[in-house]
């Protein structure tokens, strides 16, 4: 079983930083890709940033510049770096795990990041 383990959101003020962790325990298959998402209230999920086992990785376009993703190898551990936040980063942000380009086939429990003004 497949296990999601993320950490490191909370309360941040505005132009602050946060670093989120996520934790891959239990995956029997070759991970592909491996990211993370937000959910704010009353908004859709949208893509903030994923790694792709090529070393290639995508960004939301609205932490470009901002947030940086990477990974540890050794331990199946992805991290967000957010620096420069702002208000409207504020949102439940979710780890997800795929085993090919395009599928989000697992995913975290999510970890609540709030960025005060």
């Known amino acids: 079983q497949v296990q999601l383990v993320e950490s490191g959101g909370g309360l941040v003020q505005a132009g602050g930083s946060l670093r989120l962790s996520c934790a891959a325990s239990?995956?029997?298959?070759?991970?592909?890709?491996m990211g993370w998402y937000r959910q704010a209230p009353g908004k859709q999920r949208e893509l903030v940033a994923v790694w792709h086992s090529d070393g290639s990785t995508d960004y939301g376009y609205s932490v470009k510049g901002r947030f940086t993703i990477s990974r540890d190898n050794g331990k199946n551990t992805v991290y967000l770096q957010m620096n420069s936040l702002k208000p409207e980063d504020t949102a439940v942000y979710y780890c997800?795990?795929?085993?090919?380009?395009?599928?989000?086939?697992?995913w975290g429990q999510g970890t609540q990041v709030t960025v005060s003004s």
């Open positions: 239990g995956s029997r298959f070759r991970i592909y890709r």
């Open positions: 997800a795990l795929g085993y090919d380009a395009v599928s989000n086939d697992r």
